[in-house]
């Protein structure tokens, strides 16, 4: 559909996969051993039209996260964007996200794409679908080295970009704001019944204000 009317598709996939998180055979934070592995996973009788492999030393969450991954960014398509968030909503055996290989094979299988959270563009503050009044896109981060940017600055702020935090920053970094909101009374797929879906018209109006 997005192809059919000139649509660039972006794709939102959480850290945490609730399935794997309240599965009693879950892999997530099973407290597997890292370990080289080779994505994507060979699956018999499944081969993948994109021959790219990858090798990453990692555990057996992130093993089955990067085949997702590997899917997504093959099977379906041109992706425009890719959204992650830092959802650790539930903590099982300590689960380590490893988003350095998650980043790599972004940036080998979709190279044109955006990375939402990880350096690219960044999240509003909130998940009403609106920004602030002043929304700054240069922003100050502090850390020592300008690789991640996550976590470094209080999203929720109502300025961030205000000269004296500008003065003090390690770095200024170029980063634009997206604007993020459930069309249902929740997230992801409810039954109809219980979760009323936003109007067409209501939908908009978010896109013009953001």
């Known amino acids: ?10 794709v939102y996939l959480s850290p945490a996969d609730l399935y794997q998180i309240e599965n009693p055979k879950g892999l997530y934070g099973n407290l597997s051993q890292y370990s080289k592995r080779t994505i994507p996973r060979e699956v018999p009788g499944r081969p993948f039209s994109n021959k790219t492999k990858f090798e990453f030393e990692v555990d057996d969450y992130n093993e089955y996260f990067l085949n997702q991954l590997f899917e997504i960014l093959t099977e379906y398509g041109p992706i425009h964007e890719v959204w992650f968030d830092g959802a650790h909503p539930k903590r099982k055996g300590g689960q380590k996200y490893n988003y350095e290989a998650w980043k790599k094979v972004v940036r080998t299988l979709a190279p044109k794409a955006v990375m939402f959270n990880r350096g690219d563009v960044r999240w509003c503050g909130n998940e009403g679908g609106h920004t602030r009044k002043t929304e700054w896109n ?11 940017f996550t976590d470094t600055t209080g999203w929720e702020d109502e300025n961030l970009g205000i000269r004296e935090r500008l003065y003090n920053a390690r770095f200024l970094h170029y980063q634009q704001a997206e604007v993020d909101t459930s069309i249902r009374e929740g997230w992801f797929y409810r039954d109809d019944v219980y979760q009323k879906v936003r109007s067409a018209d209501d939908v908009f109006d978010i896109y013009e204000r953001s």
Do not use: A, D
């Open 1 to 10: 559909s997005c192809q059919k009317y000139g649509i660039k598709l972006g």
């Open 138 to 148: 240069v922003l100050p981060f502090n850390n020592t080295e300008l690789t991640e």
